[in-house]
């Protein structure tokens, strides 16, 4: 099946069982917005514990935070998100619609590449085991010649951005013939900055309300208690500053589900050191996060470092860990050296002194910051993306979701064979044994082959069935999802059994 296929099929099913909602659904929906539904939500909250827990468990020198989405206006001047958060926006005269002028070429890149690669698909096809890759990239005419254009078209693109050059970024949309997707034509205006951040009013206008803005990071909440934490903690250099929040961005070209929101949640960490050993850093933080994420056993051939090209007004260094998505690969977090542009910013325009006294050096200094910044709901996209299979069975067909059992919104569906027999009393009792370590659902309802299906639609790893058997001798049948093999256990073995399959202590070795 197309990739896009199963990716229309992954957004239904998460309506279908309680993952994802389109926000105001009853009112027509509001574009980009989403809300988590009851399955959704232990997801998330998973999610987060493996990142928080990551950060702030292991890592004696990292502790958390949680900052108030409303600043002080001045904060964004200062980080540069007033003058500088903006994307560079055309629109079609003809069907009025507005783009991202950085997004149609990059697409048009993503067309070339596609092109390479469908023909190593079809050699490979055709030279089976004897095929070789890169002598095929060196060699094959059709694979050079679009490689030197993809190569061309890059190197322009990123220089335009680099350089700003806004009439270069049309300039480049016109000659490579690029079309609107709805009108078909290439009647384009000049390329306009925009800016991403919402705003609103504090106070009421009498007073003169004050304009505020709805974060669009979490990060500058860390910067600005930077010396609360380093004080109040007796934190000493190398240390770091975890929080999880929501963020806000106005996005123009809000697509592809929960990828690209326009309300969101980040989990970021600022981690402070010392001037010159900040790309030192940048490579352990890169290492670290990469273990994070393939940890879940996703497939390493799955992830990959994306360099950057240009690089944000804050950074001297920055990657994003991508993820092979069903519509490509694409960015799930983004690694930054920060330099110490935020502090110093902050000092400069609050006229406080933000420094770090070095005992060994006797001297105070602004730290220099390496930040790992990853989405939420991308992070939730990338672990549904990863996780729901179709499998056809010898009868049957199966939708299952392989999530990690640590990452599972259920651990274990309690079902009793039959409605009678004192087998529910059972199958209720083991819930009220279990329901303090793990998320347990009961269900009675239907055959055993429908319950089975039910739960492997949300993922969940265990389902415990109570037969003729249990009254007899206290054993169950454990049924694990992604094996659909069964095995038979003592009742009090479960909590073991269970617990050590989704401890996060599995995730965390790997790290
Ligand atoms: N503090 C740095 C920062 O915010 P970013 O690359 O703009 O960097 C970091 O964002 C991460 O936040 C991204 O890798 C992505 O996972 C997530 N993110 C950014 N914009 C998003 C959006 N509109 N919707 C969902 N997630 C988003």
Sequence with gaps: MAQEDIFKKLVAHCKEYGF????????????????????????????????????????ENVVGLDSAIFMHPTIWKASGHVDAFN??????????????????????????EDKINKEIEKAAKRFGDAFNEQQFRETNLRVLENQQKWDALHNRFAKALNDGNLDELRQIIVDEEIVCPISGTRNWTEV?????????????????????????????????????????????????????GKAFRNEIVARQFIFRMREFEQMEMQFFVKPGTELDWFEKWKTTRMNWHQALGFGAENYRFHV????????????????????????????HSRT?????????????KIRYFDPELNDSFVPFVVETS???????????????????????MRVVLKIPPMLAPVKLAVLPLVKKDGLPEIARQIIDDLKF???????????????????????????????????????????????????????SELSGIIGKQVSYKNLFAKI
């Design 192 to 244: 306009r900055q925009f800016n991403l951040m919402f705003s609103t009013e504090m106070g009421s206008t009498a007073d003169g309300a004050q304009k505020i803005y709805l974060r669009p990071e979490t990060a500058q909440g860390i910067f600005v208690n930077y010396l609360n934490v380093q004080k109040t903690g007796r934190m000493k250099i190398p240390f770091g500053i975890a929080q999880i």
């Design 437 to 491: 370590e793990f998320n347990c659902q009961y269900d009675e309802k239907d055959s055993i082959g429908k319950r089975y299906r039910r739960q492997d639609a949300i993922g969940t790893p265990f389902c415990v069935t109570v037969d003729n058997q249990t009254p007899e001798d206290n054993s169950v049948t454990i049924r694990y999802r992604d094996t659909m093999t069964q095995e038979r256990v003592s009742i």
């Design 20 to 59: 994802v909602f389109q926000s105001s659904e009853i009112y027509d929906g509001l574009g980009a917005v989403y809300d988590y539904g009851q399955n959704g939500v232990e997801l998330k909250n998973n999610i987060k514990k493996y990142w928080w827990d990551s950060m702030v468990l292991l890592h």
């Design 340 to 352: 110490d542009f935020d502090l110093s910013q902050h000092e400069k325009y609050s006229g406080k």
């Design 308 to 335: 950057h090209e240009k690089l944000a007004h804050y950074a001297n260094a920055a990657v994003d860990v991508e993820y092979k998505f069903p519509f490509g690969f694409k960015e799930v977090e983004g690694i």
């Design 87 to 112: 994307d560079p926006l055309i629109d079609n005269k003809d069907s009025k619609k507005r783009y991202r002028a950085d997004v149609l070429i990059e697409e048009q890149l993503a067309k070339i």
């Design 374 to 396: 990853i989405g939420v709901d991308r992070m939730f996209l990338q672990v549904l993306s990863a996780a729901y299979c179709e499998e056809q069975l010898e009868n049957d």
